[in-house]
């Protein structure tokens, strides 16, 4: 889902993280990812290290809103592990606390087994304040 300015300009990163930074305020996570991974493949941290920063923020924040909704599949977080495992090692660099707090609590949600829609659904309404009374 490229926007028009990343296909007018498809080697600069600014359009496909800025495009990300909306679709994350959106709550669309899973074209969020793939904006942050297609930014991420252009920048370079060295030459942008304030932007790689935040892009690696905000992969974090995608990664785990994505994964708790099941709307980021688990086989493309594995497919995209370079990307995500290097915005980490640039979190872990950094000097700000948060960010690095961040992508701890990322990795924890990532090692939880991710539950189908439907089995909590159930989950849910098995809970007994739903269940009439007799």
């Known amino acids: 889902m490229p926007s028009q300015a990343e296909a ?4 600069d990163h ?16 899973q074209n969020c990812f793939d904006a942050i991974c297609r930014s991420w493949r252009l920048l370079s941290a060295e030459d942008n290290p304030a932007l790689a920063v935040r892009l690696s923020v905000r992969l974090a924040k995608t990664v785990c809103q ?3 909704r099941d709307a980021i599949p688990s086989d493309k977080i594995r497919r995209n592990v370079e990307i995500v495992n290097s915005a980490e090692l640039v ?15 990322c ?5 939880e087994p991710v539950e189908s829609a439907s089995e ?3 989950r849910f309404c098995d809970l007994s304040t739903f269940r009439k009374s007799v």
């Open 91 to 105: 979190a872990l660099q950094s000097d700000a606390s948060d960010v690095k707090r961040m992508w701890q609590e």
């Open 66 to 68: 994505g994964h708790r």
């Open 8 to 11: 007018a300009s498809p080697k």
């Open 120 to 122: 909590a659904r159930r």
């Open 14 to 29: 600014i359009y496909p993280s800025n495009l990300s930074a909306a679709l994350f305020e959106k709550g669309d996570y």
């Open 107 to 111: 990795r924890l949600i990532l090692n």
